[in-house]
């Protein structure tokens, strides 16, 4: 189970529902009204915590393929290099890589013992301080044990100091005073410097020494190939033309032996995943938020529509570091010039799930540390966005804002085959054009969506969602902390922050008092939302389709999958 967020672009990757409540359309409370909203809140309570057919191991059938969809071609798969913390490598690599903490659907975490047969954390003379028992027979596929050089590269690796390691987050690492060798090669004492609540989520992914021990090695070794595993399964190819990762059992595994034969992951566009399925190609999806695609798997024969609520979020990310949204006030107006109810209602039409716009950036709405931060500037409010434009001394000329005799002009940067970001776009450019910012609707190619476009900060406006964790707070140091060079901003696409949030998040990164953690994170949460780093659009449950007979697997929720266990049923 990690700490950190991943980001996700499309197809797959921003499925969420709406309400369907039994009754026509003129049955149905409105979105925004408050008959609607508690309707709606009532429902996420209901939501299951993860459907997987859950099936015992002994009751799984041994052998069989399956064939699962990746929403885009990467070529980093480092996960925790800051161009591989994307859904795809993590989806490719849980079958592959170490987790040394697992997640269940309740979001509690305990150790992996196919890696860790024992952790313990202590408090001794004020520091915190973690050892890990790692199982003396976890090994890497070139035949090395994993021992706590693995642990101490890592923690080098990531925890800030080196600025050469382009990493996605430092969170946790930073903390870390040391991480040495314990009794034996197989245990890890890990001292803290700075008290750490979600210790439970590092070293997931782990990766080797051997790939971790330089900037160059961890930047580079993993682009277009994965050249070490230690996991129920080994790579056995990955074809660049055909856009497919085939990974098959591994028979070195130490752990239960995995029940399928082999796993295929093909990258494919929204489209043509759900023709894939739809044709048998596929053994299961994760469905968009597009009705007709629900639509047509429910269609398929011997489907199972599997849903769960999940710690996902769809948002429109905002570049304050774009010269043309530098100003917070111009952000601010921004904001206020777009109504997320109505792209909400947009996106989550006709699929069976509560309709709720998301007012947090931190906690889903099914969290129980989930307020509403976002005041006045959560409220969609074009007359104020003017006032605010105009202030700012971008007047208006004709039906557009000019300022010094520049236009204001926002990309909104959309992966081209996803036409559910196209809608939002469009949307966005149809609110925005009535307060005078003319917004233009740019396709890109999906592959190329987060190399060269959002990581290094080429847009103005950009959709796409994060898929969390049991560690929500982990989003404020990777996320939302202000850059320490260049290069160095981890998944701060906007490269904007405060002094004071950045307080805010280490204060809350050390709390080891859960509720107080909680409260810290809502009051960073109401500088981010006066800030205008992300718009919140809605919470992203896990709607999955597959064939029947799939067992243990599907809308997992909280909950990290057991890769040894996913098979078909007797």
């Known amino acids: 189970m990690k700490v950190g967020y991943k980001a996700a672009a499309g197809a797959a990757l921003l499925a969420m529902a709406l309400t369907a409540c039994g009754g026509g359309a003129a049955d149905k409370p409105k979105p925004g009204s408050s008959e609607g909203a508690k309707q709606a809140q009532e429902q996420a309570a209901q939501l299951p915590a993860s459907t997987i057919n859950a099936v015992a191991y002994e009751q799984v059938a041994d ?8 929403s885009q071609w990467v070529e980093q798969w480092n996960y925790n290099q800051v161009n591989g913390t994307h859904d795809t490598p993590d989806t490719v690599i849980e079958p592959l890589m170490p987790l040394v903490g697992i997640a269940n659907d309740k979001a509690e975490v305990v150790n992996n013992p196919d890696y860790v047969t024992e952790w313990k954390m202590e408090l001794a003379d004020g520091k915190q301080v973690v ?7 976890a090994k890497w596929s070139d035949g090395t044990p994993i021992t706590y050089k693995d642990f101490a590269a890592q923690w080098k690796a990531l925890n800030g100091k080196d600025k050469k390691y382009l990493v996605s987050s430092t969170d946790g690492y930073d903390r870390v005073a040391s991480v040495e060798k314990g009794a034996t090669d197989q245990e890890v004492v890990v001292t803290f410097e700075k008290n750490y609540p979600d210790w439970k989520g590092m070293f997931s992914p782990l990766y080797p020494a051997s790939t971790n021990d330089k900037p160059e090695t961890f930047n580079k070794d993993w682009i277009n190939k994965i050249p070490v ?10 074809d660049q033309t055909t856009k497919t990762v085939t990974v098959v059992r591994d028979d070195k595994w130490w752990g239960k032996k995995a029940k399928l034969d082999k796993v295929i992951f093909r990258a494919l566009d929204s489209d043509a995943t759900i023709n894939a399925f739809a044709n048998g190609e596929l053994t299961g999806m994760q469905i968009n ?12 024969a011997d489907v199972d529509i599997r849903k769960a609520a999940a710690p996902n979020w769809r948002h429109i990310t905002v570049n304050g570091s774009a010269e043309v949204l530098k100003d917070k006030s111009v952000r601010q107006a921004i904001q206020l010039g777009i109504n997320r109810e109505t792209i909400a209602a947009s996106d989550l039409k ?20 989930y307020v509403d931060n976002s005041g006045e500037l959560g409220k969609y409010n074009p007359e104020k966005a003017k006032q605010l434009l105009d202030a700012a001394g971008w007047k208006l000329e004709g039906e557009t804002r000019k300022k010094d005799g520049k236009e204001m002009d926002l990309r909104f940067v959309i992966p081209a085959a996803y036409p559910l970001a196209k809608q939002e776009g469009e949307l966005v450019q149809a609110m925005l054009k009535e307060v005078g910012v003319k917004v233009t609707v740019t396709p890109v190619p999906d592959d190329k969506f987060f190399d060269d476009y959002i990581t290094p900060g080429n847009f103005e406006l950009v959709p ?5 964790t049991p560690f929500p707070n982990g989003a404020l140091p990777q996320i939302y902390k202000q850059p320490t060079g260049p290069d160095n901003f981890g998944s701060n696409f906007p490269r904007t922050g405060t002094p004071e949030l950045d307080a805010l998040g280490e204060q809350a990164a050390g709390e080891m008092d859960p509720q107080k953690a909680i409260e810290l994170g809502n009051q960073a949460d109401k500088l981010i939302w006066d800030l205008v780093h992300t718009i919140p659009l809605y919470q992203r449950p896990d709607i999955f389709a597959s064939k029947k007979n799939l067992a243990n697997f599907g809308a997992f929720g909280y909950a990290d999958k057991d890769w040894a266990s996913v098979g078909f049923t007797k």
């Not at 006709?350 to 540390?369: A, E, V």
């Open 63 to 70: 052998g069989g393929t399956a064939t699962f969809a990746l």
């Open 289 to 300: 938020p597009i009705a007709a695609d629900l639509q047509r798997a429910k269609g398929v």
């Open 350 to 369: 006709d699929l069976d799930w509560p309709i709720q716009t998301l007012n947090n950036h931190l906690y889903m709405n099914t969290h129980k540390g």
């Open 131 to 137: 050892t890990y028992k790692i199982n003396e027979k």
């Open 229 to 238: 595993t230690a996991g129920p399964f080994k790579l056995e190819k990955m």
């Open 464 to 468: 796409f969602s994060w898929l969390g």
